[in-house]
């Protein structure tokens, strides 16, 4: 298994270390974005704009050879743009169906929140089932399936605030963030003459991602570790400036993450350190504080970091199988 491990090890180095000839200086964020994917989950970028959102879907789609559509949500986006729609072709007598963007292994839903309701919850099946239904037919997406959703957390006029039922299905939320000094003199000395991503080519194959997602799931979690990823989400349904805590959906993103991380570490076996690491990506976007620490301007991220501090960490018993 150790073998084996290894070489799951490599395949996500690869990924890796090639988005990041594009992706300067965001190790981290690049890290996450692919645990998003091995686990069959998606993605929520807030920030602003310029900091290489939609250069962060591609660059992954390149390097793992999937399909990318990116689809800019405006207020009069119809859900039939995102989903598809039947048209009557006159020389068959019948109606075909035109995809839309989201048949595709790669989404990426740019500025989500500035279409309506109705729209954004065209992507609710899609995220969930991995499937669309249009005119009463349904139909599968392609496997691999991410969707990789941005939005503007400066920037709120003409926007409609995505509801929690949705927040809930992103499996994690980050932000990309401002690259340091250097980090951005390289970017602009690598852009001198062509951008980085018109060379950027397939460094894993499409089934090496599919066994990634399979056998991720047989990363061993010790029942130490269970309990304190339980005891991390329950902490946030307690919390006092907390209205509204993570869900037991929640739970399972963090559980799932985890054995991810494990994996790309070469390990077969989830530590503390991994819960630990990925709780604030995981759960900080499912919590609704409450009006008086929205007064306070207090960020759910502080109150996870909080949290995962004060959650006593399992034994060391935890950190391998007896």
Known sequence: MAVQMDDFRSIAERVVENVERVIVGKHYEVQLALIALICRGHLLIEDVPGVGKTTLAKSLSRSLGCTFKRMQFTPDLLPSDVTGVSIYNQKSAEFEFRPGPVMAQIVLADEVNRATPKTQSALLEAMEENQITVDGVTRALPVPFLVMA?????????????????????????????????????????????????????????????????????????????????????????????????????????????????????????????????????????????????????????????????????????????
Do not use: C, W
């Open 150 to 322: 941005t939005q503007n957390p400066i920037e709120y006029e003409g926007t409609f605030p995505l509801p929690e039922a949705q927040l809930d299905r992103f499996m994690m939320r980050l932000s990309l963030g401002y690259p340091s000094a250097a980090d951005e003199l390289v970017v602009l000395t690598a852009q001198q003459q062509t951008h980085p991503l018109d060379s950027l080519d397939q460094v894993v194959s499409l089934e090496d991602l599919l066994q990634l997602q399979q056998e991720v799931r047989g990363v061993y979690v010790d029942r130490l570790v269970s309990e304190y990823i339980v005891a991390v989400v329950t902490a946030t349904r307690e919390h006092q400036e907390v209205y509204l805590g993570a869900s037991p959906r929640g739970s399972l993103a963090l559980y799932r993450a985890s054995q991810a991380r494990a994996m790309m570490y070469g390990r077969d076996y989830v530590i503390p350190d991994d819960v630990k690491e990925l709780g604030e990506p995981t759960l900080a976007h499912r919590l609704i504080v409450s009006p008086a620490a929205r007064i306070r301007n207090v960020d759910p991220r502080q109150i996870i970091e909080e949290i995962v501090e004060a959650v006593p960490v399992p034994g060391a018993g935890a950190a391998a199988r007896s």
